[in-house]
């Protein structure tokens, strides 16, 4: 039974800092490839924030170059996303998601439970 849990969402003020964690957990995983944090503000689609690759390849949605950084620890099957200089703009909530292998055979994409971000003053 694999499973994504999220952590570190909140209420931050204009310009503060705030840091997502989303770690994997499930005796049945051999292997993540691509993780990522997608976010959905009210009203708007699911949007992608920043991936990272097995080996540590990123990418960025135009929006966030410059301000978020994503990073992760392949030993705790944890992804991370360091969210400075944040904006109103940035208030959604966040998910986690991770291209899993199983041990056995095949695997799947999973998502987190989401996080909410609130960006306001």
């Known amino acids: 039974q694999v499973q994504l849990v999220e952590s570190g969402g909140g209420l931050v003020q204009p310009g503060g800092s705030l840091r997502l964690s989303c770690a994997a957990s499930?005796?049945?995983?051999?292997?993540?490839?691509?993780m990522g944090w997608y976010r959905q503000a009210p009203g708007k689609q699911r949007e992608l924030v920043a991936s990272i690759t097995s080996g540590g390849s990123t990418n960025y949605t135009d929006s966030v170059k410059g301000r978020f950084t994503i990073s992760r620890d392949n030993a705790k099957n944890t992804v991370y996303l360091q969210m400075n200089s944040l904006k109103p703009e940035d208030t959604a909530v966040y998910y986690c998601?991770?291209?899993?292998?199983?041990?056995?055979?095949?695997?799947?994409?999973?998502w987190g439970q989401g996080t909410q971000v609130t960006v306001s003053s």
């Open positions: 998601n991770a291209d899993i292998a199983y041990r056995d055979y095949g695997g799947a994409l999973y």
């Open positions: 499930g005796g049945s995983i051999f292997s993540i490839y691509d």
